[in-house]
């Protein structure tokens, strides 16, 4: 089962930062956070991972709450092609496989 | 990021017929591959993990004979629906693992039996 909880849709304009939160209150300690994102009928894309530290890449910044229970992907200024559905994952170690399973994802929406 | 291709994407098949789809890793070696279905507005549901050169393992529920996989090189796997019937319509998708421990995703087969 998905060890993640996220809220099912969340709204943003576009030029506006998206944060989008996720809850893992149950994660391990070498278990890392993983963002994917699907766009409509097509494979998920990666974005982002972490596993203490906050990150920050080109797509995206993920910040890691002290206690690791919980997370937010950032996007800075999200336009529409943003619009997608956002998964949070905390990945299997790899001594276990490594193994991603998705939950149920958030679908952002980008409004002009 | 690393490219993964998956062929084809789409198909459309009539019931009892068997349908191949295969899982290629563009330019880097895989070791290990995932396949994952996904039903509409429906996450996407991990069905087995196929591991070069050995058997693949399947999550619980899913029907091994149904669903044949073979990783037989670094840089393929293909999932085979065996028999397949109107239920088994759905998105199919796969995931090649790289040697840094990143994950990158298929563009998905749609797969449609009659």
């Known amino acids: 089962d998905a060890k993640t909880t996220q809220p099912p849709s969340m709204d943003c304009a576009e030029g506006r930062a998206a944060n989008l939160p996720c809850n893992h209150s149950?994660?391990?300690?070498?278990?890392?956070v993983y963002w994917y994102r699907q766009i409509h009928s097509q494979g998920p894309q990666y974005i982002i991972h972490?596993?203490?530290n906050n990150e920050t890449n080109e797509m995206a910044s993920l910040i890691i709450t002290e206690d690791r229970k919980s997370s937010t992907l950032i996007l800075p200024h999200a336009t529409l092609r943003d619009t997608a559905v956002y998964y949070c994952?905390?990945?299997?170690?790899?001594?276990?496989?490594?193994?991603?399973?998705f939950g149920q994802g958030t679908e952002l929406s980008v409004k002009p | 990021g690393a490219v993964v291709s998956q062929h084809p994407s789409r198909v459309i098949c009539k019931s009892g017929t068997s349908v191949k789809i295969e899982c290629r890793s563009l330019d880097f070696q895989a070791t290990t591959m995932f396949w994952y279905r996904q039903f509409p507005k429906k996450s996407l549901m991990l069905m087995a993990t196929s591991n070069e050169g050995s058997k693949a393992t399947y999550e619980q529920g899913v029907e091994k004979d149904k669903f044949l996989i073979n990783h037989a090189s670094l840089t393929l796997s293909t999932l085979t629906v065996t028999s397949a019937h109107p239920e088994d319509s759905s998105f199919y998708i796969c995931?090649?693992?790289?040697?840094?421990?990143?994950?990158?995703f298929g563009s998905g087969t749609q797969l449609s039996v009659l």
């Open positions: 994952i905390v990945r299997v170690p790899y001594n276990q496989g490594g193994k991603l399973i």
């Open positions: 995931s090649a693992r790289t040697t840094n421990e990143k994950l990158f």
């Open positions: 149950t994660i391990s300690g070498n278990e890392y």
């Open positions: 972490g596993l203490k």
